[in-house]
């Protein structure tokens, strides 16, 4: 199992190399900031950290990197990745997950997404009495 997160953290400075001004999480405007991806596993330890340079690094845009890291860097063939419904997108899935050997998933569901399935069960389970 691997643990994957995007996260930023703002710098008051304007000396630091790796920040860029972008989309920042913290809500901190005209801050520099740095964007980076971790990588841990299934006890929550460190594995790998990556720092990303575009302005506007979106967690989905970096998880496909992630996948193929794991693979070549790390030998792993078999993986389940779990990540939250910003990171796991169903473009992610349909792009980089499904239907790739030795690759699964746990995500969640959006909240548009929970309400119809409910709708469905609750329907399937009173049709079905």
């Known amino acids: ?3 994957y997160d995007v996260r930023s953290t703002y710098l008051e400075g304007k000396a630091c190399p790796l920040a860029k001004y972008g989309y920042n999480r913290e809500k901190k405007r ?3 900031q740095i964007v980076f991806g971790l990588l841990c596993n299934d ?4 594995i790998a950290v990556e720092v990303f340079f575009e302005e506007n690094t979106s967690d989905p ?3 496909t990197n992630q ?4 693979s070549s860097r790390f030998g792993i063939k078999r993986v389940v990745w779990v990540g939250d ?3 796991i997108t169903q473009a992610r899935i349909r792009e980089d997950l499904k239907d790739q050997e030795g690759l699964d998933w746990i995500s969640a569901l959006r909240a548009s997404a929970s309400k119809k399935k409910i709708s469905r069960t609750i329907s399937y389970s ?3 009495v």
């Open 61 to 63: 845009k970096t998880f």
């Open 1 to 3: 199992m691997v643990l």
């Open 67 to 70: 996948i193929d890291k794991v």
């Open 126 to 128: 009173i049709s079905s």
């Open 85 to 87: 419904r910003g990171m």
């Open 43 to 46: 006890k929550g330890c460190a």
């Open 30 to 32: 005209g801050k520099l």
